[in-house]
């Protein structure tokens, strides 16, 4: 939706920047509430993370069935998935449906990004600006602009000197890229590298892939969904619902009771086994109770699982050079493949080693690395996001002492509750740093933190009260109880987004609250029921 306006100024009750599923969602919430919003979003329409990574292969890797809002029970029994994990362009049409059925649009601007927000105290209000020069008032911001969503580039020189065509995985261009009797390079192995990586080496003359680490990932086993199962699940699917929302990642699954070590070591592959078929992302960390916290309950998984991939892969230096063994599985997040590993064994696909060969530069015509130079004529950035802050402290938000987010962050994200930050008054951050966000079904975290945050929204205006803001001491001590979670775990142990180890230069602090989805639910409706226990109110 190219966006013709001319630049706006006026005032609201809400400011709600980004239209993926959170915004969306706070959208109609607020509207119910009978206040007014305005929403700001760069895509060129809603969608979010699904509008903006088209690239192939791309698709969700929690179940379509489980991936979807719960807040209508007519929506969820009228939508109907086609396959277990559903692709980009089927959750795109999803999002497209609930906006057009609840009227989603009609407040938000597209193709406006949101410049800077300024809190004034005497006011009691945020002055928000954007790119097309709009300013906007109002008394309560709404960062609901996701976890996954500033691209990282990769930090390679004279990017600019290549000739050939680049492309991201989070931008991908709306119009496809042809990769027919293309010589192509991809760059990254993470979940959008795995994902696109097969379905380019299908098109590609020659598809070269160029890993810096290995990723452990397990087959989707995707597939049409079976119309009964689907019934049968929509004939319970309030209660399905509301056993997501006190699960441990937002989704339906056995508890483990045993550790890895009280089990024999053939029924452990007997289970091992059983999750491979069944291809559910984290059946294996949840495989056994320890598996997150003992390395060596966690190097048995870790262990099938190279042997999973020396067994697919037919070239045994290629199979090695496939195998994680810098970090526990886990530890980086866990990726789900549709014939990933089977690629390496097509005589047009490549794999070079970054650890020994690094990328020294683009050169006109390729990639050199310290070794050789890759002729190609298109290159593949998979290289990922500059995860969960990144998208919060690209705009300028100037809080209570003039002091900017960016600057109160600088030694890494400091929340209540991951969704407020002491200094920056009416603030609320959907599915921020410090709630459990990019570790679980991002819909379940997503709809818990719009109603929350809604329902704080609420109660202020029976209370007849102006101003919310975090303490600083809840802050502090809810920013030492979710690093003292995460140091428990093995999770911090891998050099991943999770910890912001991937962009240069950043604090590394563990992101997610881990403790799940349940039990962090608890916590939040416990501080509600509290009189909203650690905020001051004005
Ligand atoms: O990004 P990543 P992603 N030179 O950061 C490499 C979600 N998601 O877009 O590991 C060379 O995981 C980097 O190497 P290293 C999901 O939560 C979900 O793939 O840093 N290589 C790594 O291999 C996921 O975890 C789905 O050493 C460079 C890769 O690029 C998250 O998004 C699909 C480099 C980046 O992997 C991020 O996934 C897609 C450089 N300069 C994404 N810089 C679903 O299935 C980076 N790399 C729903």
């Not at 990574?53 to 489980?66: F, T």
């Amino acid at each position: 939706m190219t966006r013709t306006s001319q630049a706006e100024t006026g005032s609201t009750d809400v400011v709600v920047v980004g239209a993926g599923f959170a915004g969306l969602y706070m959208h109609h919430r607020l509207r119910a509430m009978g206040l007014m919003a305005v929403g700001i979003e760069a895509a060129g329409d809603v969608g979010g993370t699904w509008w903006w990574n088209r690239y192939p292969g791309a698709r969700c890797d929690i179940r379509s069935l489980d991936y979807s809002y719960s807040f209508d029970a007519d929506l969820e029994q009228e939508w109907n998935w086609s396959e277990k994990y559903a692709t980009q362009p089927e959750i795109l049409s999803y999002v497209n449906h609930v906006s057009d059925r609840f009227d989603l649009r009609r407040d938000i601007r597209f193709e406006t990004r949101m410049t800077s927000a300024r809190w004034s105290d005497s006011a009691n209000e945020w002055t928000v600006e954007t790119d097309h020069g709009d300013q906007w008032t109002a008394r309560f911001l709404v960062m609901a602009v996701g976890a996954l969503s500033a691209a990282k580039e990769p930090e390679i020189d004279d990017i600019a000197s290549f000739n050939g065509s680049i492309v991201h995985t989070a931008k991908w261009p709306h119009e496809g890229v042809n990769f027919a009797d293309k010589l192509v390079a991809v760059i990254g192995t993470g979940s959008s590298g795995i994902q696109s990586i097969p379905l380019i080496a299908q098109q590609a003359r020659h598809l070269t892939v160029f890993q810096r680490t290995p990723n452990f990932a397990v087959p989707a086993q995707n597939g049409p969904l079976d119309p009964e199962m689907v019934a049968s699940l929509k004939q319970r699917y309030r209660e399905h619902r509301a056993e997501q929302r006190v699960s441990h990642g937002g989704v339906v699954s056995p508890s483990p009771e045993q550790s890895a070590h009280e089990v024999a070591p053939d029924e452990r592959t007997m289970r091992f086994d059983a999750i491979w078929e069944e291809g559910m992302l984290f059946g294996f960390l949840g495989s056994f109770n320890d598996v997150m916290i003992d390395p060596s309950a966690n190097a048995i998984v870790s262990d099938y699982l190279r042997d999973r991939i020396r067994s697919i892969v037919s070239d045994p230096a290629t199979a090695e050079l496939l195998c994680p063994t810098s970090y526990p599985v886990g530890a980086k997040r866990l990726c789900l493949d549709t014939g990933y590993f089977e690629t390496f064994n097509r005589p047009n696909v490549s794999l070079v080693d970054l650890r020994s060969t690094p990328i020294t530069r683009l050169i006109p015509n390729g990639i050199e690395t310290t070794e050789s130079l890759h002729e190609f004529d298109v290159i593949v950035f998979a290289t990922g996001f500059d995860a969960m802050t990144g998208p919060l402290l690209a705009p300028e938000i100037i809080g209570k002492d003039g002091e900017t987010l960016r600057d109160a962050w600088s030694a890494g994200p400091r929340t209540y509750l991951g969704l407020t930050s002491h200094g920056f008054p009416n603030m609320f951050m959907i599915t921020a740093p410090g709630s459990p966000s990019v570790m679980t079904n991002m819909l379940v975290s997503i709809e818990q933190h719009v109603d929350w945050s809604s329902e704080v929204i609420a109660w202020m205006a029976e209370h007849g009260v102006q101003q919310i803001e975090p303490d600083l001491e809840a802050q502090d001590a809810w920013v030492d109880h979710v690093n003292e979670i995460a140091n428990f775990t093995l999770f911090p142990k891998g050099n991943s987004w999770y910890l912001g180890a991937n962009v240069p230069g950043k604090p590394r602090v563990f992101m997610p609250y881990i403790a799940g989805v349940g039990p962090y639910r608890e916590i939040c409706d416990g501080v509600a029921s509290d009189n909203y226990r650690g905020f001051t109110f004005q």
